[in-house]
């Protein structure tokens, strides 16, 4: 399947009916206010589609479209299983398997993160002082929001939870953010978040991990989101103090063997080609001969260069992961922690910033402003750091058909032909040693 045809099958309402079916197979409504809240396109493993109700996140469940006979093998090995919550219907008519929300095939912890009572189990095995003939979390008075669901990766809820001391009697509330994962991620990524604390940098605090359930819990902060704040004229001052914090983060040591393998300019360059690649083989005509002439155009990530330390790096750094309060800045949403090449971050927020401008949020000269004060403050090279923005670029590229617009194929070669414009030949590159 193409992603034209996908969006067409979108369009024209028949995945949809064959939806609403499965519903009401199950004796529930489909409600006139769904919508697509997520897509995940991989031409060898089909297309993942998150439906919501209009909340803002996947809470009908979501869709697995594969070839025929893989979608009835799927449909068959987990309509065997008895999840906690949720169900799995074949989509009639279509080579399509629906699960409801909250069964998921990998996030362990999905069907606990949903529910008030069972958080509650959560909070009292991870976080400190908070236990029974401690200080006991009220299930009933508990409130818990689902705000981030990625199907078969993680979710993350906000947790506002009633608490009692059993020792004295006295109510109150706390609010917290439990992250489940698909894997052990959480972990690490608790380790990475402790050192982080621990050197002063300003991160979401780590309280603990819950290993069953595979599910982080932090505490929550507050503050602006650097996003919402991006046209106005102390914009450039967070980005700097961003910049400034990354710097710091560089030389914070993780602990040994939280991060096997550490991510090199040269994996980059790779992921960027996977993404072309897979461009290039669901899109047709001008996408698709973009693409590929992007995927010529980037250099060979093997070329000599300078050996590289390296270092923390968050992963996948934006203007949306960036929390202002007071003048002051903390990062959030560390899920992608790992030791990389000490570019990656700055180049990542970079190609960001090229995407504000294509998207007309953000003025290509304030756009220009803002990454020379990046790139300034962070005290890198800035010609090593342009070394990598073009592939973080093109690993955006299918940015405008996850979120489903209707001029997709026009932003994409927009996309793709900006980064084809920050390509960095090997010879021009200087890197810091």
């Not at 079916?21 to 589609?49: I, Q």
């Not at 065997?80 to 399509?96: K, S």
Request: glycine share 6%.
């Amino acid at each position: 399947m193409r992603l034209p045809e996908l969006r067409a099958m979108l369009e024209d309402g028949r995945l949809e009916r064959a939806l609403a079916e499965c519903f009401a197979h199950r004796d529930e409504t489909w409600p006139s206010s769904a919508r697509v809240e997520y897509v995940r396109f991989k031409p060898e493993v089909g297309c993942l589609l998150g439906w919501g109700s209009g909340e803002g996140s996947c809470d009908l469940g979501y869709v697995r479209i594969l070839e025929e006979e893989a979608a009835e093998t799927c449909y068959r090995k987990y309509a065997a299983r008895a999840p906690e919550a949720g169900w799995v219907e074949r989509v009639p008519g279509l080579p399509a398997v629906l699960f409801r929300y909250p069964f998921d095939r990998h996030v362990a912890g999905l069907g606990a993160v949903a529910d008030a009572g069972k958080v509650k189990h959560i909070l009292h095995g991870v976080v400190p002082g908070v236990a029974p003939g401690e200080i006991r979390v009220r299930g009933r008075r508990t409130e818990v929001k689902v705000f981030r669901y990625k199907p078969e990766r993680r979710a993350v809820a906000r947790v506002d939870a009633g608490l009692r001391d059993d020792r004295t009697g006295e109510k109150s509330s706390r609010r917290f953010v439990v992250r489940a994962f698909a894997d052990d991620r959480g972990a690490r990524v608790l380790a990475g978040l402790r050192a982080l604390s621990a050197a002063g940098i300003r991160v979401t605090p780590p309280l603990g991990y819950h290993a069953d359930r595979r599910a982080l819990v932090c505490e929550w902060l507050e503050g602006e989101c650097l996003a919402d704040r991006i046209d106005r004229d102390d914009a450039g001052d967070a980005i700097e103090r961003t910049a400034r914090l990354l710097a710091r983060t560089r030389e914070v040591s993780l602990p040994a063997n939280v991060f096997a393998a550490p991510r090199t300019a040269a994996d980059i360059h790779r992921e960027a080609a996977s993404v072309l690649a897979d461009l290039g083989d669901v899109t047709a005509g001008d996408v698709a001969d973009a693409a590929r002439e992007l995927a010529d155009a980037l250099p060979d990530p093997h070329v000599d260069r300078a050996p590289r330390p390296s270092v923390p790096q968050h992963g996948d750094l934006h203007h949306r992961q960036v929390l202002v309060e007071e003048g002051d800045v903390s990062l959030l949403d560390w899920d992608e922690l790992t030791l990389a090449d000490p570019h990656e971050d700055v180049a990542n927020f970079v190609a960001h910033l090229d995407l504000l401008v294509l998207e007309r949020r953000l003025a290509p000269e304030r756009a220009a402003r803002f990454e020379r004060r990046f790139v300034d403050a962070s005290g890198l090279d800035a010609a090593a750091v342009a070394e990598l923005v073009a592939p973080q670029l093109a690993k955006l590229a299918l940015v405008p058909f996850r979120n489903l617009r209707g001029d997709w194929e026009t932003e994409t070669r927009a996309i793709l032909e900006r980064s084809l414009a920050r390509v960095v030949r090997p010879s021009s590159v200087r890197c810091s040693r």
